[in-house]
């Protein structure tokens, strides 16, 4: 999978992508990360890529032109499956929004800054608004980072055990059920007897059980989705 990432910071989104889980995605080139600063399109020497709102009020808005330019030119390379704008006002992101872009090949995403974008890149470009939750950060680049993380884990080979991220909380509508290590006795808190009794069924009986008890507890909303 390749993703491409426009920003006026491409400096907040190097690290993300290079430890752990992701760079081992980039290593066995499952997932490739590419980050375009949207100032090489800016449209003079003074790097402008943004200006005041028309109509009055505090705060700049990206212009146009650049935005344009460079989403032109990067389609001209290749055909996005999603061009996905990181915005507050967006759907909101979920485990099925990454489980299904995980599915798709090449995604673009825009990070938007100050006010936000004009409006006729979004209507022009734009095929999926994503917010990662209700509040507001000072770019889409933590919140792409964010998507791009959770998408990252869910590409078959990224995990060790691929299994795994199928029994991640929110995986079937439910959180994920408490987990253990040793020792078995942690000062004088003990590891719940099914967990070292060895009888697989048993075990999974169990986690099933509290992952539904949990879920009712801290997410009875989720309990309702389909
Ligand atoms: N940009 C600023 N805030 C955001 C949010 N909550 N989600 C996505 N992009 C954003």
């Given at each position: 999978?390749?993703?491409?990432?426009i920003?006026?910071?491409p400096?907040?989104?190097?690290?993300?992508?290079?430890?752990?889980?992701?760079?081992?995605?980039?290593?066995?080139?499952l997932?490739?990360?590419?980050?375009?600063?949207?100032r090489?399109?800016?449209?003079?020497?003074?790097?402008?890529?943004d200006?005041?709102?028309f109509?009055?009020g505090a705060?700049?808005?990206?212009?146009?032109?650049?935005?344009?330019?460079?989403?032109?030119?990067?389609?001209?390379?290749?055909?996005?499956?999603?061009?996905?704008?990181?915005?507050?006002?967006?759907?909101?992101?979920?485990?099925?929004?990454?489980?299904?872009?995980?599915?798709k090949?090449?995604?673009?995403?825009?990070?938007?800054?100050?006010?936000?974008?004009?409006?006729?890149?979004?209507?022009?470009?734009?095929?999926?608004?994503i917010?990662?939750?209700?509040?507001?950060l000072?770019?889409?680049?933590?919140?792409a980072?964010?998507?791009?993380?959770?998408?990252?884990?869910?590409?078959?080979?990224?995990?060790?055990?691929?299994?795994?991220?199928l029994?991640?909380?929110?995986?079937d509508?439910?959180l994920?059920?408490?987990?253990?290590?040793?020792?078995a006795d942690?000062?004088?808190?003990?590891?719940?007897?099914?967990l070292?009794q060895?009888?697989?069924?048993?075990?999974?009986?169990?986690r099933?059980?509290?992952?539904?008890?949990?879920?009712?507890?801290?997410?009875?909303?989720?309990?309702?989705?389909?």
């Amino acid at each position: 999978m390749q993703i491409d990432i426009i920003t006026v910071v491409p400096e907040l989104l190097e690290s993300p992508f290079n430890h752990s889980i992701m760079k081992r995605a980039k290593e066995k080139g499952l997932l490739n990360v590419n980050l375009y600063n949207l100032r090489r399109w800016a449209i003079n020497k003074h790097m402008q890529v943004d200006d005041y709102q028309f109509g009055g009020g505090a705060g700049m808005v990206m212009m146009p032109e650049p935005l344009a330019n460079a989403i032109d030119e990067l389609q001209q390379a290749k055909k996005y499956d999603e061009i996905i704008f990181m915005t507050p006002d967006g759907e909101s992101f979920n485990q099925k929004t990454a489980n299904s872009l995980s599915l798709k090949e090449n995604i673009l995403i825009i990070c938007g800054h100050y006010k936000g974008i004009d409006e006729r890149i979004r209507q022009k470009y734009i095929t999926r608004e994503i917010s990662i939750g209700d509040y507001v950060l000072s770019g889409g680049e933590l919140a792409a980072a964010v998507v791009v993380d959770a998408i990252g884990r869910l590409l078959p080979g990224v995990l060790n055990d691929e299994t795994s991220a199928l029994f991640d909380s929110f995986q079937d509508n439910l959180l994920a059920p408490p987990v253990y290590t040793r020792p078995a006795d942690f000062r004088g808190n003990k590891v719940p007897d099914v967990l070292l009794q060895g009888d697989p069924k048993k075990v999974e009986e169990w986690r099933h059980e509290q992952s539904l008890l949990r879920t009712k507890e801290r997410r009875p909303d989720l309990l309702d989705e389909e």
